[in-house]
């Protein structure tokens, strides 16, 4: 897989009716923070990245490891730490970025449970010792131009897979054009396998997320529905939607729902 060198973008800031905006030199949303609510997730399409809670029993996401790959405004990083208390890694190539966030977007410093490292996440998630260390892995890489995902082989998929534990779950934005998806659809169904990928209906602004799990069996409905209930009461997260949205990423012929 080629190294990823990307021109850096500079990070720039913009509010409009209570709400902080992450940009990279364009008018392009790179994340977002309500000012009053530091710690709720306001983007539509970060709430639905979230989704993987419903794949993972909610008595163990306490002691899960989270990673995400691209800090955008850092806001799952900051839901993953502060809210569910999750030990915490996020890995951001723009230095720029990670300053902004720790000066305008409450991202806290690094403690015993949060560790926030410049870098390229090709790199990162390709080290050998890093495999089989993670419960959940959060993908959201767009630089300025946002135009498609800016690590999108199968190769790179594969080794999101294998960062993976047993059990494990990946969430993943895709936004652009329909034949865009569908590459990207295909390239992480290959690596993880068709029958453990699931999409989310798209947002009005055109993300659709893809849940990829390693070796996960879905439960039933009614433990589904259980779930949802406690992500919502716990968390306050739109898990009931989520649970309507979510379909498996199959054939036309055998589409069905989650459970």
């Not at 021109?7 to 994340?31: F, M, N």
């Not at 809670?53 to 899960?64: K, Q």
């Not at 779950?169 to 993880?192: D, P, Y």
Request: charged fraction near 25%.
């Amino acid at each position: 897989m080629k190294h990823h060198d990307p021109k850096l973008a500079p990070a720039t800031i913009s509010e409009c009716d209570g709400v902080r905006y992450l940009h990279l030199g364009t008018e392009w949303v790179q994340g977002a923070m309500r000012l009053r609510r530091p710690h709720a997730i306001e983007l539509e399409y970060v709430r639905r990245m979230m989704a993987w809670l419903l794949w993972r029993p909610p008595a163990a996401v306490g002691d899960g490891h989270a990673v995400q790959l691209g800090l955008g405004a850092g806001t799952i990083t900051r839901f993953c730490h502060r809210v569910l208390g999750m030990r915490t890694t996020a890995v951001e190539i723009n230095p720029g970025v990670i300053a902004a966030c720790r000066t305008y977007f409450r991202l806290p410093a690094d403690d015993d449970r949060l560790h926030v490292i410049r870098g390229d996440a090709a790199r990162w998630i390709r080290e050998p010792h890093r495999r089989g260390t993670v419960d959940v892995l959060c993908v959201d890489l767009y630089d300025h131009e946002a135009a498609a995902p800016l690590l999108d082989d199968e190769a790179f998929y594969a080794d999101c897979r294998g960062v993976l534990m047993a059990g494990g779950v990946m969430s993943v934005n895709l936004f652009g054009r329909k034949a865009s998806f569908e590459r990207s659809a295909a390239r992480i169904a290959a690596a993880f396998g068709r029958e453990q990928v699931w999409r989310l209906e798209p947002t009005t602004e055109g993300n659709t997320v893809l849940i990829a799990g390693c070796g996960i069996e879905v439960p039933g409905r009614e433990e589904l529905e259980r779930r949802a209930d406690t992500i919502e009461s716990r968390w306050g997260l739109p898990a009931r939607k989520w649970l309507r949205w979510v379909r498996p990423l199959a054939p036309p012929s055998t589409l069905r729902e989650l459970a």
